[in-house]
């Protein structure tokens, strides 16, 4: 391996030594493993910020293309394609403004040697997906975006779409994240004396359980006694620069919504909303969960671009708790569509974990920024009680 790619030390754990017959998602500390083995490679240390309960944070390199459509590589190296579709390159060393609708090509700081038997899938990071900032990951000889095939050994490049905001990014900011995976990580993998776990809640109650119920489906709340019911993108607002966290003022580049008398929304084609499920989720330690695109033929719209929910979402060791809300990223095509309160919107679908990770999402060391939430738009934005000087009325309650 060449001396420019880093791998770090960490405390002795290898891949090699997760047993044969272990199947899952691999855990904080075996991503860390990973990248001690080599398996995860980048020009510099990988920061400790990046490693999450079940995912790893991937970074922007300094340059990338513009181009005029989207494609995947097929039989080809993902850059032997550009000649005919780049539209020039972009300087990522400095602030690069990417504008609304058009394609752009970055590739990523990090670069994977998969061990036979692991595979890897990636997705947006929730904050990216808030943004409405579309991403996908390809890889060299790639035929599936955000898939990457077992014993993969290359480069990662991520497709970025910026939908309702022109935004600015730099080298080094993280806009996706990435699963490694061994073997089968679907629940019925287990060892077969799992306790039922309770995942999903309504008005308290369970409605779900772990290991029986391995794919639910969410519904939306438009009833939030008196308050508006979620957001929708303002067209032709200012720039956003993704680098930056609870600096900009919500009414900026929001409004809010809310049902008719009848307690129905409908949804405006081409236009983003950010809306809340009316259940609450609840993810236990030893699994991870994906919000998945709902199927279209229920509706032309399409719903939850960001889809890893973390070990520890929605859930505490030591108190009884509930779960926290999904906040569902919505988009209608081609025509309005209505949807009312108590609709299926979102499918939520569970996967094992190899091993129970280390650090949960909500503790301090995974630095979580949706636990417990509510409506809550992305990091960039000033929430509540986090502005200095000004009157809470300017932060994000004042839209709902």
Known sequence: MEDALIARREDGRSLADIPTSAHGILPHQLLKAAVTDGAIVAPTPIP??????????LRLSDHGWRLRTSFLPGSEPVENRLADISMGEIDLRKEAILERNRPYLIPLMEQLHL??????????????????????????????????????????????VPLSFTVSIREGTSLNQVRLIKGDASTGTGTGDDSPEPTLFRDGAATAWLPEMSTVFLTVDLDLKGRNVGYRARANSGLLDLSKKEIYEPEDFWEPVSPDRQGRLILEPET??????????????????????????????????AGFFDPGFGYSPVTENVGSRAVMEVRAHDVPFMIEHGQDIARLEFSRMLDTPDVLYGEEQAASSYQGQDLFLSKHFVRSGNRKGKSDATSQDRLI
């Open 115 to 160: 061990p036979k038997g692991f595979r890897a899938k990636a997705n947006p990071r929730s904050s990216t997906g808030r943004m409405d900032v579309f991403t996908r990951v390809i890889t060299d000889e790639g035929i599936r975006f955000d898939e990457i095939s077992e014993g993969y050994e290359g480069g990662l490049y991520l497709e970025i």
């Open 272 to 305: 983003f909303y950010l809306l809340v499920s009316r259940e609450t989720v609840r993810v236990p330690p030893n699994y991870a969960a994906e919000m998945t695109a709902y199927d279209p033929t229920s509706g032309e719209l399409r719903t939850h671009y």
């Open 48 to 57: 400790d910020s990046s490693y999450q309960p079940a995912s790893l944070d």
